[in-house]
Protein backbone atom coordinates (compact mmCIF):
# COMPACT_ATOMS: atom_id res chain seq x y z
CA UNK A 1 0.00 0.00 0.00
CA UNK A 2 2.85 2.34 0.60
CA UNK A 3 4.58 1.90 -2.14
CA UNK A 4 1.57 2.85 -4.13
CA UNK A 5 0.84 5.78 -1.54
CA UNK A 6 4.06 7.66 -0.99
CA UNK A 7 4.99 8.19 -4.98
CA UNK A 8 1.13 9.63 -5.26
CA UNK A 9 1.99 11.89 -2.61
CA UNK A 10 5.37 13.22 -3.71
CA UNK A 11 3.71 13.68 -7.33
CA UNK A 12 1.30 16.40 -5.59
CA UNK A 13 3.76 17.60 -3.71
CA UNK A 14 5.83 18.18 -6.63
CA UNK A 15 2.83 19.93 -8.55
CA UNK A 16 2.47 22.06 -5.23
CA UNK A 17 5.68 23.46 -5.50
CA UNK A 18 5.86 24.43 -9.05
CA UNK A 19 2.91 26.26 -8.02
CA UNK A 20 4.47 27.89 -5.22
CA UNK A 21 7.09 29.15 -7.23
CA UNK A 22 4.97 30.97 -9.77
CA UNK A 23 3.16 32.42 -6.43
CA UNK A 24 5.87 33.91 -5.27
CA UNK A 25 5.96 36.34 -8.32
CA UNK A 26 2.77 37.72 -6.92
CA UNK A 27 4.97 39.24 -4.31
CA UNK A 28 7.86 39.89 -6.44
CA UNK A 29 7.86 43.92 -7.42
CA UNK A 30 9.77 42.76 -10.28
CA UNK A 31 6.94 40.70 -11.79
CA UNK A 32 4.45 43.18 -11.49
CA UNK A 33 2.51 41.48 -15.12
CA UNK A 34 1.69 38.22 -13.19
CA UNK A 35 -1.98 38.88 -12.05
CA UNK A 36 -3.05 35.58 -11.37
CA UNK A 37 -1.63 32.17 -10.65
CA UNK A 38 -3.91 29.19 -9.96
CA UNK A 39 -3.41 25.56 -9.03
CA UNK A 40 -5.90 22.48 -9.90
CA UNK A 41 -7.49 24.96 -12.07
CA UNK A 42 -10.85 23.79 -13.61
CA UNK A 43 -9.45 23.81 -17.38
CA UNK A 44 -8.30 23.43 -20.26
CA UNK A 45 -8.24 19.61 -19.01
CA UNK A 46 -4.54 17.70 -19.36
CA UNK A 47 -3.23 21.72 -18.97
CA UNK A 48 -4.64 22.99 -15.68
CA UNK A 49 -2.04 20.87 -13.04
CA UNK A 50 -0.44 25.36 -12.88
CA UNK A 51 -2.02 28.30 -14.74
CA UNK A 52 -0.41 31.92 -15.02
CA UNK A 53 -1.95 34.88 -15.96
CA UNK A 54 -0.16 37.92 -17.00
CA UNK A 55 -1.18 41.66 -17.80
CA UNK A 56 0.62 43.09 -19.46
CA UNK A 57 1.35 40.37 -21.97
CA UNK A 58 4.74 39.65 -23.16
CA UNK A 59 6.68 38.84 -26.11
CA UNK A 60 7.03 35.17 -27.28
CA UNK A 61 10.62 33.65 -27.45
CA UNK A 62 10.29 32.14 -30.49
CA UNK A 63 6.93 32.59 -33.01
CA UNK A 64 4.81 35.44 -33.59
CA UNK A 65 2.38 37.20 -30.88
CA UNK A 66 2.36 37.74 -27.64
CA UNK A 67 1.25 36.02 -24.64
CA UNK A 68 -1.19 36.34 -21.96
CA UNK A 69 -1.81 33.31 -20.18
CA UNK A 70 0.32 30.17 -19.62
CA UNK A 71 -0.94 26.28 -19.13
CA UNK A 72 1.20 23.95 -17.12
CA UNK A 73 0.53 20.02 -17.39
CA UNK A 74 3.26 18.51 -14.92
CA UNK A 75 4.55 15.02 -14.85
CA UNK A 76 7.04 13.30 -12.13
CA UNK A 77 8.00 10.36 -11.84
CA UNK A 78 10.37 8.99 -8.93
CA UNK A 79 13.64 8.11 -10.62
CA UNK A 80 15.12 9.92 -13.16
CA UNK A 81 15.29 7.21 -15.69
CA UNK A 82 12.61 8.08 -17.96
CA UNK A 83 12.96 8.59 -21.27
CA UNK A 84 10.27 9.59 -24.19
CA UNK A 85 10.36 10.05 -28.20
CA UNK A 86 7.61 11.51 -30.29
CA UNK A 87 5.75 8.34 -30.70
CA UNK A 88 4.85 8.73 -27.39
CA UNK A 89 3.57 12.18 -27.31
CA UNK A 90 0.28 9.88 -29.50
CA UNK A 91 0.38 7.54 -26.66
CA UNK A 92 -2.76 8.22 -23.17
CA UNK A 93 -0.53 5.84 -20.99
CA UNK A 94 2.71 8.10 -21.40
CA UNK A 95 0.84 10.58 -19.61
CA UNK A 96 -1.03 7.83 -16.97
CA UNK A 97 -4.95 8.30 -19.10
CA UNK A 98 -6.54 5.70 -20.70
CA UNK A 99 -8.26 7.26 -23.71
CA UNK A 100 -6.13 10.84 -24.86
CA UNK A 101 -2.84 11.60 -25.73
CA UNK A 102 -0.87 14.44 -24.53
CA UNK A 103 -1.35 16.10 -28.46
CA UNK A 104 -5.36 15.33 -28.42
CA UNK A 105 -5.64 17.11 -24.49
CA UNK A 106 -3.53 20.19 -26.32
CA UNK A 107 -5.89 20.31 -29.81
CA UNK A 108 -8.95 20.03 -27.48
CA UNK A 109 -7.58 22.96 -25.29
CA UNK A 110 -6.34 25.15 -28.27
CA UNK A 111 -9.86 25.19 -29.29
CA UNK A 112 -11.08 26.76 -25.95
CA UNK A 113 -8.46 28.74 -25.04
CA UNK A 114 -7.29 32.35 -26.76
CA UNK A 115 -4.15 32.57 -28.98
CA UNK A 116 -1.94 34.42 -26.56
CA UNK A 117 -2.11 30.97 -24.59
CA UNK A 118 1.17 28.86 -24.37
CA UNK A 119 0.80 25.14 -22.73
CA UNK A 120 3.72 23.73 -20.74
CA UNK A 121 4.61 20.14 -21.01
CA UNK A 122 7.09 19.93 -17.75
CA UNK A 123 8.55 16.48 -16.97
CA UNK A 124 11.16 14.84 -15.04
CA UNK A 125 11.51 12.42 -18.17
CA UNK A 126 13.96 12.95 -20.52
CA UNK A 127 13.85 12.84 -24.34
CA UNK A 128 15.55 9.52 -25.97
CA UNK A 129 18.91 9.83 -27.65
CA UNK A 130 18.62 10.30 -31.35
CA UNK A 131 14.87 10.74 -31.43
CA UNK A 132 13.62 13.27 -33.74
CA UNK A 133 11.95 15.01 -30.41
CA UNK A 134 14.87 16.36 -29.34
CA UNK A 135 16.11 18.61 -32.46
CA UNK A 136 12.27 19.89 -32.08
CA UNK A 137 12.72 21.50 -28.92
CA UNK A 138 14.32 24.68 -28.80
CA UNK A 139 16.92 25.84 -26.55
CA UNK A 140 15.54 29.15 -26.27
CA UNK A 141 12.42 28.57 -24.36
CA UNK A 142 11.30 24.87 -25.16
CA UNK A 143 8.73 25.15 -27.42
CA UNK A 144 9.08 23.19 -30.92
CA UNK A 145 11.59 24.36 -33.38
CA UNK A 146 8.68 24.40 -36.49
CA UNK A 147 11.00 25.12 -39.00
CA UNK A 148 12.84 22.04 -38.22
CA UNK A 149 9.52 20.08 -38.47
CA UNK A 150 9.22 21.01 -41.91
CA UNK A 151 11.98 19.45 -42.99
CA UNK A 152 11.83 16.33 -45.45
CA UNK A 153 9.20 16.58 -48.63
CA UNK A 154 7.84 13.53 -47.71
CA UNK A 155 6.59 11.31 -45.12
CA UNK A 156 8.89 9.17 -45.79
CA UNK A 157 11.53 11.61 -44.44
CA UNK A 158 12.80 12.08 -40.86
CA UNK A 159 10.59 14.87 -39.99
CA UNK A 160 8.25 13.39 -42.66
CA UNK A 161 7.75 10.51 -40.24
CA UNK A 162 6.69 12.75 -37.06
CA UNK A 163 4.43 14.72 -39.36
CA UNK A 164 2.34 11.53 -40.77
CA UNK A 165 2.23 10.40 -36.77
CA UNK A 166 0.72 13.41 -35.08
CA UNK A 167 -1.40 14.80 -38.29
CA UNK A 168 -3.11 11.07 -38.60
CA UNK A 169 -3.47 10.87 -34.78
CA UNK A 170 -4.67 14.28 -34.67
CA UNK A 171 -7.11 13.73 -37.53
CA UNK A 172 -5.40 16.73 -38.97
CA UNK A 173 -6.24 17.47 -42.89
CA UNK A 174 -3.11 18.82 -44.09
CA UNK A 175 0.74 19.54 -42.18
CA UNK A 176 -0.20 23.66 -42.12
CA UNK A 177 -3.05 22.75 -40.01
CA UNK A 178 -0.26 20.43 -37.72
CA UNK A 179 1.86 23.69 -37.33
CA UNK A 180 -0.55 25.52 -36.29
CA UNK A 181 -1.77 23.41 -33.95
CA UNK A 182 1.74 23.21 -32.25
CA UNK A 183 2.10 26.50 -32.20
CA UNK A 184 2.65 27.86 -28.60
CA UNK A 185 3.34 24.02 -26.94
CA UNK A 186 7.07 24.04 -25.20
CA UNK A 187 8.04 20.76 -23.98
CA UNK A 188 10.18 21.04 -20.81
CA UNK A 189 12.16 17.89 -19.91
CA UNK A 190 14.69 16.73 -17.60
CA UNK A 191 12.74 18.86 -15.04
CA UNK A 192 14.18 19.28 -11.69
CA UNK A 193 14.20 16.84 -8.76
CA UNK A 194 11.34 17.17 -5.75
CA UNK A 195 14.05 18.04 -3.67
CA UNK A 196 15.23 20.93 -6.16
CA UNK A 197 11.71 22.43 -6.39
CA UNK A 198 11.75 22.76 -2.60
CA UNK A 199 15.08 24.69 -2.53
CA UNK A 200 13.72 26.89 -5.55
CA UNK A 201 10.41 27.45 -3.16
CA UNK A 202 12.33 28.38 -0.12
CA UNK A 203 14.48 30.46 -2.46
CA UNK A 204 11.83 32.42 -4.09
CA UNK A 205 10.50 32.72 -1.10
CA UNK A 206 12.70 34.11 1.03
CA UNK A 207 13.48 36.82 -1.50
CA UNK A 208 10.07 38.03 -1.58
CA UNK A 209 10.12 38.28 2.32
CA UNK A 210 8.33 35.04 3.32
CA UNK A 211 9.32 32.40 5.23
CA UNK A 212 11.53 30.16 3.84
CA UNK A 213 11.17 27.12 6.51
CA UNK A 214 13.84 25.69 4.61
CA UNK A 215 14.86 24.05 7.71
CA UNK A 216 12.06 21.75 8.31
CA UNK A 217 12.21 18.57 8.34
CA UNK A 218 8.44 18.46 6.96
CA UNK A 219 8.29 21.04 4.25
CA UNK A 220 4.76 22.78 5.98
CA UNK A 221 4.30 24.63 1.83
CA UNK A 222 3.59 21.14 0.94
CA UNK A 223 0.56 20.85 3.42
CA UNK A 224 -0.57 24.15 2.65
CA UNK A 225 -1.14 23.31 -0.62
CA UNK A 226 -3.43 20.21 0.63
CA UNK A 227 -5.29 22.45 3.00
CA UNK A 228 -5.76 25.41 0.22
CA UNK A 229 -7.57 22.21 -1.80
CA UNK A 230 -9.72 21.16 1.35
CA UNK A 231 -10.95 24.75 1.89
CA UNK A 232 -11.45 24.86 -2.47
CA UNK A 233 -9.15 27.66 -2.30
CA UNK A 234 -7.05 27.18 -5.59
CA UNK A 235 -6.95 31.20 -7.46
CA UNK A 236 -4.80 33.69 -6.01
CA UNK A 237 -4.34 37.43 -7.30
CA UNK A 238 -1.92 39.56 -6.61
CA UNK A 239 -3.99 40.82 -3.26
CA UNK A 240 -5.44 38.12 -2.62
CA UNK A 241 -2.24 35.89 -2.05
CA UNK A 242 -0.40 38.90 0.06
CA UNK A 243 -3.06 38.76 2.54
CA UNK A 244 -3.56 34.56 2.55
CA UNK A 245 0.50 34.74 3.31
CA UNK A 246 -0.18 37.65 5.90
CA UNK A 247 -3.59 35.53 7.74
CA UNK A 248 -0.68 32.46 7.22
CA UNK A 249 2.08 34.37 9.54
CA UNK A 250 4.65 33.71 6.61
CA UNK A 251 5.78 37.20 5.86
CA UNK A 252 9.40 37.87 7.93
CA UNK A 253 9.99 40.72 9.94
CA UNK A 254 12.24 42.03 7.72
CA UNK A 255 11.10 42.83 4.19
CA UNK A 256 13.52 42.43 0.63
CA UNK A 257 14.19 45.43 -1.45
CA UNK A 258 12.61 45.43 -4.83
CA UNK A 259 15.19 44.70 -7.39
CA UNK A 260 16.26 45.41 -10.60
CA UNK A 261 17.03 42.78 -13.44
CA UNK A 262 20.23 43.02 -15.06
CA UNK A 263 22.00 41.05 -17.66
CA UNK A 264 25.34 40.83 -19.40
CA UNK A 265 25.31 37.87 -22.54
CA UNK A 266 28.79 37.30 -24.39
CA UNK A 267 27.35 33.64 -25.70
CA UNK A 268 23.17 33.60 -26.26
CA UNK A 269 20.98 33.03 -23.01
CA UNK A 270 19.43 30.13 -21.81
CA UNK A 271 15.71 29.98 -21.54
CA UNK A 272 14.50 32.16 -18.30
CA UNK A 273 12.65 30.48 -15.97
CA UNK A 274 8.81 31.95 -16.24
CA UNK A 275 8.80 32.88 -12.75
CA UNK A 276 11.60 35.64 -13.46
CA UNK A 277 11.60 38.51 -15.46
CA UNK A 278 13.98 39.06 -18.34
CA UNK A 279 16.22 42.17 -17.87
CA UNK A 280 14.59 45.20 -19.98
CA UNK A 281 16.52 45.95 -23.10
CA UNK A 282 18.22 49.13 -21.46
CA UNK A 283 19.39 46.88 -18.93
CA UNK A 284 21.18 44.36 -20.75
CA UNK A 285 24.52 44.03 -22.20
CA UNK A 286 24.62 42.11 -25.49
CA UNK A 287 28.25 41.36 -26.64
CA UNK A 288 27.57 38.11 -28.21
CA UNK A 289 28.77 40.03 -31.62
CA UNK A 290 32.07 40.08 -30.13
CA UNK A 291 32.30 36.02 -30.00
CA UNK A 292 32.16 33.30 -32.77
CA UNK A 293 31.24 30.41 -30.34
CA UNK A 294 32.89 31.09 -27.13
CA UNK A 295 36.00 32.34 -28.57
CA UNK A 296 36.37 36.58 -29.30
CA UNK A 297 36.35 36.87 -32.62
CA UNK A 298 39.73 37.73 -34.25
CA UNK A 299 39.45 41.40 -34.34
CA UNK A 300 38.39 41.77 -30.77
CA UNK A 301 40.57 42.03 -27.69
CA UNK A 302 39.31 41.88 -24.05
CA UNK A 303 40.72 45.30 -23.24
CA UNK A 304 37.72 46.49 -26.30
CA UNK A 305 34.82 45.09 -23.85
CA UNK A 306 36.30 45.80 -20.28
CA UNK A 307 35.68 49.48 -20.43
CA UNK A 308 31.66 49.49 -22.07
CA UNK A 309 30.90 46.20 -19.08
CA UNK A 310 32.77 48.52 -16.28
CA UNK A 311 30.88 51.44 -17.69
CA UNK A 312 27.37 49.91 -17.76
CA UNK A 313 27.63 48.18 -14.74
CA UNK A 314 28.23 51.38 -12.79
CA UNK A 315 25.91 53.09 -14.75
CA UNK A 316 22.74 50.87 -13.41
CA UNK A 317 24.73 50.96 -10.08
CA UNK A 318 24.18 54.72 -10.16
CA UNK A 319 19.76 54.02 -11.12
CA UNK A 320 19.89 51.56 -8.34
CA UNK A 321 21.85 49.58 -5.48
CA UNK A 322 19.91 46.32 -5.61
CA UNK A 323 20.30 44.06 -8.53
CA UNK A 324 19.42 41.39 -9.89
CA UNK A 325 21.94 40.01 -12.40
CA UNK A 326 22.20 37.36 -15.07
CA UNK A 327 25.29 36.87 -16.46
CA UNK A 328 25.23 34.03 -19.61
CA UNK A 329 28.97 34.75 -20.31
CA UNK A 330 32.53 34.25 -19.52
CA UNK A 331 33.55 33.49 -15.80
CA UNK A 332 36.58 36.82 -16.24
CA UNK A 333 33.07 38.86 -17.24
CA UNK A 334 31.48 37.28 -13.59
CA UNK A 335 34.51 38.54 -12.30
CA UNK A 336 35.08 41.37 -13.77
CA UNK A 337 31.78 42.62 -12.84
CA UNK A 338 31.75 42.04 -9.16
CA UNK A 339 35.10 44.08 -8.82
CA UNK A 340 32.52 46.51 -10.40
CA UNK A 341 30.19 46.39 -8.21
CA UNK A 342 31.73 46.04 -4.66
CA UNK A 343 30.64 46.09 -1.14
CA UNK A 344 31.83 49.51 -0.35
CA UNK A 345 29.87 51.15 -2.86
CA UNK A 346 26.34 50.14 -1.92
CA UNK A 347 25.69 47.46 -4.57
CA UNK A 348 23.06 44.73 -2.96
CA UNK A 349 23.64 41.76 -6.13
CA UNK A 350 21.72 38.73 -6.46
CA UNK A 351 23.15 36.48 -9.17
CA UNK A 352 20.82 33.86 -10.99
CA UNK A 353 23.11 31.19 -11.36
CA UNK A 354 22.58 28.46 -13.49
CA UNK A 355 23.83 24.99 -14.18
CA UNK A 356 22.94 21.16 -14.94
CA UNK A 357 19.36 20.64 -14.66
CA UNK A 358 18.77 24.05 -13.20
CA UNK A 359 17.55 27.06 -15.29
CA UNK A 360 18.32 29.77 -12.93
CA UNK A 361 18.47 29.73 -9.34
CA UNK A 362 19.25 33.17 -7.12
CA UNK A 363 22.19 33.26 -5.35
CA UNK A 364 23.10 35.80 -2.84
CA UNK A 365 25.62 36.47 -0.12
CA UNK A 366 23.31 36.43 2.90
CA UNK A 367 20.97 33.52 1.24
CA UNK A 368 21.64 31.72 4.54
CA UNK A 369 23.22 28.41 2.26
CA UNK A 370 26.12 28.58 4.16
CA UNK A 371 29.02 25.34 4.03
CA UNK A 372 32.70 24.31 4.87
CA UNK A 373 35.79 26.25 4.35
CA UNK A 374 37.63 25.43 1.13
CA UNK A 375 40.94 23.00 1.52
CA UNK A 376 43.84 25.81 0.62
CA UNK A 377 47.40 24.61 -0.49
CA UNK A 378 50.33 26.20 -1.89
CA UNK A 379 52.89 24.55 -4.17
CA UNK A 380 56.07 26.28 -4.65
CA UNK A 381 57.38 26.23 -8.31
CA UNK A 382 59.91 28.53 -8.54
CA UNK A 383 61.61 32.26 -7.21
CA UNK A 384 58.96 34.47 -8.91
CA UNK A 385 56.93 37.14 -7.37
CA UNK A 386 54.04 36.36 -8.53
CA UNK A 387 51.00 33.66 -7.71
CA UNK A 388 49.10 31.51 -9.48
CA UNK A 389 45.35 30.65 -8.05
CA UNK A 390 43.82 27.47 -9.13
CA UNK A 391 40.04 27.10 -7.74
CA UNK A 392 38.13 24.20 -8.45
CA UNK A 393 35.43 23.58 -7.24
CA UNK A 394 33.25 22.44 -10.09
CA UNK A 395 36.32 20.71 -11.22
CA UNK A 396 40.24 20.29 -10.70
CA UNK A 397 42.55 22.75 -12.92
CA UNK A 398 45.43 21.82 -11.76
CA UNK A 399 47.26 19.79 -13.83
CA UNK A 400 46.51 21.98 -17.02
CA UNK A 401 47.28 25.07 -14.44
CA UNK A 402 50.84 24.02 -13.89
CA UNK A 403 51.23 23.28 -17.47
CA UNK A 404 50.25 26.46 -18.47
CA UNK A 405 52.60 28.31 -15.84
CA UNK A 406 55.11 26.19 -16.94
CA UNK A 407 54.75 27.07 -19.98
CA UNK A 408 53.67 30.59 -20.15
CA UNK A 409 54.51 32.20 -16.34
CA UNK A 410 57.73 32.42 -15.60
CA UNK A 411 57.56 35.20 -13.44
CA UNK A 412 54.92 32.79 -10.62
CA UNK A 413 56.77 31.55 -7.81
CA UNK A 414 54.13 29.31 -6.50
CA UNK A 415 50.52 27.99 -7.36
CA UNK A 416 47.73 28.88 -4.74
CA UNK A 417 45.32 25.52 -5.14
CA UNK A 418 41.89 25.88 -4.22
CA UNK A 419 39.39 23.04 -3.50
CA UNK A 420 35.89 22.37 -1.47
CA UNK A 421 36.07 19.48 1.00
CA UNK A 422 34.86 16.27 -0.63
CA UNK A 423 36.08 17.45 -3.61
CA UNK A 424 35.05 19.41 -6.86
CA UNK A 425 31.29 18.81 -8.14
CA UNK A 426 28.60 20.41 -9.48
CA UNK A 427 26.94 20.12 -5.91
CA UNK A 428 30.29 22.07 -4.28
CA UNK A 429 29.09 25.31 -3.49
CA UNK A 430 25.63 24.99 -1.31
CA UNK A 431 24.56 28.50 -2.05
CA UNK A 432 25.54 32.48 -2.14
CA UNK A 433 26.52 32.69 1.36
CA UNK A 434 28.95 29.45 0.89
CA UNK A 435 30.33 30.57 -2.74
CA UNK A 436 30.83 34.31 -0.88
CA UNK A 437 32.89 33.40 1.74
CA UNK A 438 35.13 30.92 -0.05
CA UNK A 439 35.49 33.59 -2.50
CA UNK A 440 36.91 35.52 1.15
CA UNK A 441 38.82 32.79 2.25
CA UNK A 442 40.96 32.71 -0.79
CA UNK A 443 41.28 37.09 -0.82
CA UNK A 444 42.57 36.41 2.86
CA UNK A 445 44.91 33.95 1.25
CA UNK A 446 46.57 35.73 -1.65
CA UNK A 447 46.80 38.76 0.67
CA UNK A 448 49.00 36.73 3.44
CA UNK A 449 51.41 35.78 1.00
CA UNK A 450 51.27 38.17 -2.16
CA UNK A 451 54.48 39.93 -2.35
CA UNK A 452 54.77 43.83 -3.79
CA UNK A 453 54.67 44.27 -6.95
CA UNK A 454 53.95 40.74 -7.83
CA UNK A 455 50.49 39.90 -10.03
CA UNK A 456 47.84 37.22 -9.23
CA UNK A 457 46.91 35.02 -12.44
CA UNK A 458 42.77 33.93 -11.46
CA UNK A 459 42.37 30.10 -13.17
CA UNK A 460 38.55 29.20 -12.01
CA UNK A 461 36.65 26.20 -12.78
CA UNK A 462 33.38 27.21 -11.11
CA UNK A 463 29.92 28.76 -11.19
CA UNK A 464 29.82 32.58 -12.28
CA UNK A 465 28.03 33.28 -8.97
CA UNK A 466 30.87 32.27 -7.16
CA UNK A 467 33.16 34.49 -9.85
CA UNK A 468 31.18 37.23 -9.68
CA UNK A 469 32.04 37.02 -5.32
CA UNK A 470 35.79 36.73 -6.13
CA UNK A 471 35.64 39.80 -8.45
CA UNK A 472 33.91 41.54 -4.98
CA UNK A 473 37.08 40.53 -3.50
CA UNK A 474 39.18 41.97 -6.10
CA UNK A 475 40.40 44.87 -4.10
CA UNK A 476 42.22 42.76 -1.19
CA UNK A 477 44.20 40.51 -4.13
CA UNK A 478 46.04 43.49 -5.78
CA UNK A 479 46.35 43.43 -9.18
CA UNK A 480 45.00 40.52 -10.85
CA UNK A 481 45.10 38.71 -14.21
CA UNK A 482 42.10 36.57 -15.34
CA UNK A 483 41.57 33.32 -17.79
CA UNK A 484 39.74 31.48 -19.75
CA UNK A 485 40.28 27.76 -21.03
CA UNK A 486 39.98 26.93 -25.08
CA UNK A 487 37.77 23.53 -24.07
CA UNK A 488 36.82 23.40 -27.84
CA UNK A 489 40.64 23.77 -28.64
CA UNK A 490 39.70 26.37 -31.05
CA UNK A 491 42.95 28.02 -30.07
CA UNK A 492 45.19 25.69 -28.67
CA UNK A 493 43.32 23.73 -25.83
CA UNK A 494 44.99 25.82 -23.58
CA UNK A 495 44.47 28.79 -20.81
CA UNK A 496 44.13 32.46 -22.92
CA UNK A 497 44.66 35.36 -20.59
CA UNK A 498 41.31 37.95 -20.59
CA UNK A 499 40.27 41.04 -18.18
CA UNK A 500 43.40 42.55 -16.34
CA UNK A 501 41.57 44.03 -13.29
Not at 51 to 74: A, K, L, M
Not at 92 to 99: L, M, Q, R, T, V
Not at 295 to 317: E, G, M, N, T
Given at each position: ????????????????????????????????????????????????????????????????????????????????????????????????????SILQHLKAAKAQADETSAFYFVTTDRVRDGDPLAELISGADHSLRLQVLKEGKTDRSRMGEVRKLWREHLELGSDEELYDLLQGLHIVEGHHSLEQLRDEVSIRFKFVGLDAAEHETAFK?????????????????????????????????????????????????????????????????????????????????????????????????????????????????????????????????????????????????????????????????????????????????????????????????????????????????????????????????????????????????????????????????????????????????????????
Open positions: MANAVVPRWHGDDYQSRFFWIHAASLLDPERTDVVEVTFEAEGPKAFDDVVVRYDPSFRRVSGPGRITVGYYQIKWHTDRSGRFGFKNLVEPSFIGAEKYYDAAARQLLVKKINRFDRAAFEEWCRTEGWYLSKRPSPRRSVAIQTYPPRPTPEHMRDASPECTLDLTASFENRHLRADVSWDDLQVPIVDFLKARLKETPQMRLFLEAHASVATLAGSALRFKDGADVEIVQRGQNNPGVVWSADDGLGGDAPVIEIESVGEGKDIAVAIGLSRDPMPKVKEYVGASLSDVGAILKVAPVGGPGQSAIKGGEHAAAIAAKIAEAVAAVRKPGGAVHLFVAAPNAFSFFLGQQADAMGKCVNYEFDFSSQIDGSYQPSFKI
